[in-house]
């Protein structure tokens, strides 16, 4: 059985996702035990942990191992005797294009979620500590709006226990009795191939500017999730849209795309000024991914965002 986990890094994320691992000493200064590192011993091979830094979930990690002696990786950073020795556990670790911040999870799901060990507390912020056992509704909730539950057609294949370097994404695949697999699926690193190849740099479909491939994401014109299965592999589905704010906004239906290919104000209303001044930049460009082939996605975003905002539907991920 699949158990989901929720490791806080903070300053530790640099360094152990360049290891691809959790790590923490056996015990405090004081020679006490503490029970968030004490859950290490807990994580089995092929659980999920969800990998939080900086306010934002920036990583999805399969566990590769259990937990292990091993002496504290930050080499040079303490001289301290408790610090030196330890538990790790080896992850393999997919970093997400564009992380997904706490405020975008609802509070009244990060409170309902709360319970003994969870990473949450009663106000819907994040505990003190480092690992926490994440509610299997919260787990699935996160995979799924990170569009990392498998879906019907997807082609997957079994995650090898001793590779780390495969860049297929692992999901989920959650069977018709609530059972939960990790499998991998290629399919969004075909899509990201297909955009950049070898290159190191280029072009976001939406705002023209030449950046560091590390800048620009893969994003879908139509979400993932409502896609079929033909859809999910067609590599025009996808855009380079950059991560200095045009993915975001066209994710989140602030901008659309007409039918000449133009980017126009989208159903969804800025709601600051600054905002309102970005989306300003962006009307009148013409989109670079447009073309016969992919007008019929741009249409269906405008659709669905006009839709969802008609409705009411609160601005989400």
Known sequence: MVNFWWVNQGQSYKWESALGIMWAPYVNEDGR????????????????????????????????????????????????????????????????????????????????WKSYGSPFNIKGGVNQGYLFELPRAAGLWIMDVLSLVAEPGDDLSDLAADNDEDEADAVIVVGADGTVVVKLRAEHNQLKKHLFGGKQDGECALCGKLLPKGLLVTSHIKKRAECSPVERVDKRVVMAACALGCDAVFERGYIKVNPAGVIE?????????????????????????????????????????????????????
């Not at 991914?289 to 741009?298: D, E, L, Q, R, V």
Request: proline letters at 7%; aromatic letters at 6%.
């Open 33 to 112: 035990s503490q029970h968030h590192w004490e859950r290490m011993d807990r994580v089995r091979p092929g659980d999920i942990v969800i990998n939080y830094a900086d306010t934002q979930i920036r990583s999805v990690s399969t566990a590769l191992t259990g937990a292990r002696p091993a002496a504290n990786p930050h080499v040079g950073l303490t001289e301290l005797e408790w610090e030196r020795d330890g538990r790790e556990v080896k992850l393999r670790m997919q970093e997400l294009e564009v992380p997904l911040p706490l405020s975008d999870i609802p509070e009244a799901l990060r409170r309902a």
């Open 265 to 317: 104000v989208g159903p969804r209303q800025a709601a600051t000024e600054h905002l309102s001044a970005f989306v300003a930049d962006l009307v009148g460009k013409k989109v670079a991914a447009f073309g016969p082939h992919t007008a019929k996605y741009f249409a269906w975003h405008s659709k669905w965002h006009a839709g969802k905002a008609r409705r009411g539907v609160p601005v989400l991920r």
